[in-house]
């Protein structure tokens, strides 16, 4: 299975600061034939299910606010919130869609400092 | 606008079969270009994927699983289950139903149900 692994595993940041989320795949996540990274990155509030974020390493999903980002090619991908919001504290998680089984990092929580 | 449900009963016994429907409005499963699935999330193993289905019956299914699992689709009821034999404590989790949006028999989930808390006990 490829393991997918976040860094940190929590986060504190101040309110309009920059939030930044690290995910690190045990193989390649790019495939050559269409250029396309299989990696997607999703937002859980407590009580809730997950809600997607990116996909494609860095495509935003409908109504996402455009001060999430994603980065990253290959094996080494981001998650960036440029500034950061209270409705933002939650747990990020990213998934790899590449290969079977799909997996899913262990996630980052993320709070207000 | 898409909905998704799940229904099931939350306690199931050791050893029986776990079976959980999820209900979808707003969209058709018969007309759909998209994979419908199930992940579950506990706190011991985070999220999982556990299988996908198109409404042509194409199916994948994760191998750890697979062996126990069967996801089917019923068109005329706008529905599609899954059941999963010889449960044991492990499969204790929040079980979710969702749809894809890459036609990704992996299922990148744009859409989620609430969620169904299942436990299993004796």
């Known amino acids: 299975d490829i393991v997918v692994t976040q860094s940190p595993d929590s986060l504190a940041v101040s309110l309009g600061e920059r939030a930044t989320i690290s995910c690190k795949s045990s193989?390649?996540?790019?495939?050559?034939?269409?250029?396309?990274?299989?990696l997607g990155w999703y937002q859980q509030k407590p009580g809730q299910p997950p809600k997607l974020l990116i996909y494609?390493?860095?495509t935003r999903h409908s109504g996402v606010p455009d001060r999430f980002s994603g980065s990253g090619s290959g094996t080494d991908f981001t998650l960036t919130i440029s500034s950061l919001q209270a409705e933002d504290v939650a747990v990020y998680y990213c998934?790899?869609?590449?290969?079977?089984?799909?997996?899913f990092g262990q996630g980052t929580k993320l709070e207000i400092k | 606008q898409l909905q998704l449900q799940e229904s099931g009963p939350g306690l199931v016994r050791p050893s029986e079969t776990l079976s959980l429907t999820c209900s979808v409005s707003g969209d058709s499963i018969s007309r759909s270009s998209f994979y419908w699935g199930w992940i579950r999330q506990s706190p011991g193993k985070g999220l999982e994927w556990i299988a996908s289905?198109?409404?042509?019956?194409?199916?994948f299914y994760n191998p750890s699983l697979k062996s126990r699992v069967t996801i089917s689709v019923d068109t005329s009821k706008n529905q599609f289950s899954l059941q999963l034999n010889s449960v044991t404590a492990a499969d204790t989790a929040v079980y979710y139903c969702?749809?894809?949006?890459?036609?990704?028999?992996?299922?990148?989930?744009?859409?989620w149900g609430q969620g169904i808390v299942v436990t299993v006990s004796s």
């Open positions: 193989q390649n996540l790019l495939y050559s034939s269409n250029n396309k990274n299989y």
């Open positions: 494609w390493a860095s």
């Open positions: 289905i198109f409404y042509s019956g194409s199916t």
């Open positions: 969702a749809r894809d949006i890459l036609v990704s028999g992996y299922l990148v989930a744009g859409y």
């Open positions: 998934h790899q869609y590449y290969d079977n089984p799909s997996t």
